[in-house]
Nanobody, 124 residues
Framework: QVQLVESGGGSVQAGGSLRLSCAAS????????MVWFRQTPGKEREFVGG????????EYADSVKGRFAISRDNAKNMVYLQMNSLTPEDTAIYYC?????????????????WGQGTQVIVSS
């Protein structure tokens, strides 16, 4: 079993930056594809981006491409989401998830382990 805990969310003004962290415990995530999703009330969970096992492959949703960057540190069992040039449309609860397939499916059901989420609020 893998437990995931996100942190780093908060409130920021448009144009600002935040760095989210996802700490894994229970076992190593070095063999997992790691992804970030986000969700707003009344909407489906939306794929933000993901990173493959050895950080060679990353994929991003068009809406965040060029602004967000995902990285991982397998030695620390950590995954990060650097978010720059934030807009109010980025306001959501952000979740990290771990999967066993290659990077990076955008369907939430493909991922086995989820964190509890961290809230990001971007004000204009």
């Amino acid at each position: 079993q893998v437990q995931l805990v996100e942190s780093g969310g908060g409130s920021v003004q448009a144009g600002g930056s935040l760095r989210l962290s996802c700490a894994a415990s229970g076992r190593t995530i070095s063999g997992n594809t790691m992804v970030w999703f986000r969700q707003t009330p009344g909407k489906e969970r939306e794929f933000v981006g993901g990173i493959g096992r050895k950080s060679v492959i990353t994929e991003y949703a068009d809406s965040v491409k060029g602004r967000f960057a995902i990285s991982r540190d397998n030695a620390k069992n950590m995954v990060y989401l650097q978010m720059n040039s934030l807009t109010p449309e980025d306001t959501a609860i952000y979740y990290c998830a771990a999967g066993t397939y290659g990077c990076c499916d955008s369907i939430p059901e493909q991922y086995d382990y989820w964190g509890q989420g961290t809230q990001v609020i971007v004000s204009s």
